[in-house]
């Protein structure tokens, strides 16, 4: 009896550090989380993490150890809302999330002083209007130099994704402190544009990357039935929805528009059917050196790590790195040591190593 509890005691050992092989890659799960939304490193071990329902999770990779922070924030998680991405930067930590405004929610942004004991947020950003709506709150931060990009989704609303006036559907850019820029499109020959709005058209964007190669930021966007795309974040630019349809057709099967015309900006890429395309990096390390440069793209759908090779917008090539795996993949991010690439499921952080 003794021998056979030792038996299954190694054995369940074993379950908990096995490692999943896929083509030249090997996937690792770290700790186990709560539908997880948004990583960010503080450090070469440590990781900032958002839980989708309020809680925000420090994990040491080294120690795997893993405990909560405590915070003021006031998040509304119904339906697709909640807390989102969290970034940090400079002894600061930056999030987005759902905020509920009465009866409504905003796709909203906050920021506080790291302290690993207590933030406390100050919200610098709330998109407007607000909206009775569980739907495509977004939301990835990036920030470059003194800048805070952040894709807001239209919240299942279409045609408010054309109106320059109104946050919904737009990429926004402000100042770390939440002041505006004095170069956004409304200061520049576009007078009619909200002051925070960068660029429009834009469905429900849950990936954004800066790249260290060309320092562009580049978007990725779920389509509705078809018509997910990868692009590039121009100032002043539309995207189109939800006169465009990028090749999708809406849920009920009607046709939405055509996959670009003349007036708009053109995705990089684009797939049909959807994948549901979520977070994405711009490949910059050692472990995967012959990537530098390239892009990842992760989806919910197909549950797929999906590289791009897109220097050249003519001749774009696409490897699935694999798929159904892990399970739906909600963020991703590069070590910044090692180049070994962290990755967010539904229910765990992951570690992907070169197999070779």
């Known amino acids: 009896m003794k021998l056979i509890k030792i038996t299954l005691y190694l054995s369940f050992l074993l379950s908990l550090s096995k490692a999943i092989y896929s083509n030249d890659v090997i996937l690792k799960d770290l700790i186990k989380l709560d539908k997880p939304w948004g990583i960010s490193f503080i450090d070469e071990n440590q990781l900032i993490i958002t ?15 893993i405990y909560s922070l405590k915070h003021n924030l006031k998040i509304s998680s119904i339906g697709q809302g909640g807390l989102l991405d969290i970034v940090y930067n400079n ?6 999330y759902s905020e509920k405004i009465n009866n409504k929610s905003s796709t ?20 407007q209007p607000s909206i009775q709506s569980g739907f495509h709150f977004g939301s990835r931060i990036v920030i470059k130099d003194n800048y805070l990009y952040a894709s807001i989704g239209e919240r299942g609303k279409g045609i408010i994704a054309q109106d320059p006036k109104q946050h ?3 990429i926004i850019r402000i100042y770390l402190d939440g002041t505006i820029p ?3 499109p409304k200061y520049e020959g576009n007078k009619e544009w909200a002051k925070e709005v ?18 562009k930021i580049y978007i990725s966007n779920h389509g509705a039935k078809g018509g997910d795309w990868f692009g590039e974040v121009t100032k002043g630019e539309n995207y189109g929805w939800p006169i465009l349809g990028w090749g999708g057709t809406n849920y009920s099967g009607s046709k939405i528009g ?3 015309k003349e007036g708009f900006q053109k995705p990089i890429y684009y797939w049909v059917p959807s994948i549901a395309i979520s977070a994405i990096a711009i490949y910059k390390g050692k472990e995967f050196n012959k990537w530098n440069g390239h892009a990842l793209i992760t989806s919910l759908k197909d549950q797929s790590l999906r590289k791009l090779v897109f220097t050249e917008h003519n001749n774009i090539k696409e490897d699935i790195i694999f798929s159904n795996k892990i399970g739906r993949i909600r963020d991703i991010e590069i070590h910044p040591i090692s180049g070994k690439i962290i990755l967010l499921s539904s229910n765990k952080l992951w570690i992907m190593e070169n197999k070779n």
Do not use: C, H
Request: charged share 20%; aromatic share 14%; hydrophobic share 40%.
């Open 168 to 170: 919904p559907g737009s």
């Open 51 to 65: 839980e989708k329902k309020g809680d925000i999770k420090l994990f040491n990779i080294l120690e795997k150890q």
């Open 198 to 215: 960068y660029q429009i058209g834009i469905r429900n964007p849950q990936g954004m990357a800066l790249s260290p190669f060309n320092t």
């Open 258 to 260: 055509p996959k670009w």
């Open 91 to 96: 002894e600061f930590v930056y999030v987005s």
């Open 108 to 127: 909203s942004i906050a920021v506080a002083k790291y302290n690993n004991q207590f933030l406390d947020f100050t919200n610098i950003f709330r998109a």
């Open 182 to 184: 004095l170069d956004n």
